[in-house]
């Protein structure tokens, strides 16, 4: 189906997920850091990026800013662990093609669930109005 990126230096919630997403036929490609996940997306036909936010090296954010420039319409979804407006905020203003900010924990379910709507979602609506729809809705649910 899809051809995912995800990003993430624990090795346990990496692992996790990228099984969830392949048992449901994606392809995925794992970066152990921001670094890692440029390269992966100037080397592979990527269709969606899962980015932690905090990760040695190069973070999430700055990871974001650099495909942003170089590959703007690749929709790219953060996951992290820390749900303060900041942060929230941080991954948006990373770049116009981050459309969404999911807080863990999240169940594998969940978040292929999640990729696989919002793949839909961008290709028949566009990534801008994903990401206008889902960070309304994290700015209304994130903590101060």
């Known amino acids: 189906m899809a051809n995912i990126l995800y990003?993430?230096?624990?090795?346990?919630?990496?692992?996790?997920f990228a099984f969830a997403l392949r048992q449901n036929d994606h392809t995925v490609h794992e970066a152990i850091n921001g670094a890692q996940a440029v390269q992966i997306v100037r080397e592979e036909?990527?269709?969606?990026?899962?980015?932690?936010a905090r990760m040695p090296m190069v973070t999430g954010y700055d990871?974001?800013?650099?495909?942003?420039?170089?590959?703007?319409?690749?929709?790219?979804v953060f996951l992290s662990a820390r749900g303060m407006r900041r942060e929230v905020n941080l991954a948006f203003d990373s770049g116009k093609m981050v459309v969404d900010y999911l807080i863990k924990p999240i169940s594998p379910q969940q978040l292929v669930d999640t990729v696989e709507n919002i793949i839909e979602s961008c290709r028949i609506r566009g990534i801008d109005?994903?990401?206008?729809?889902?960070?309304?809705?994290?700015?209304?649910?994130?903590e101060w």
């Open 7 to 16: 990003a993430e230096d624990d090795r346990d919630c990496r692992e996790l």
């Open 45 to 52: 036909a990527i269709d969606l990026v899962l980015l932690d």
């Open 63 to 76: 990871a974001a800013r650099i495909i942003a420039k170089e590959q703007p319409d690749i929709p790219v």
């Open 129 to 142: 109005s994903v990401r206008e729809e889902n960070r309304a809705r994290e700015l209304v649910s994130a």
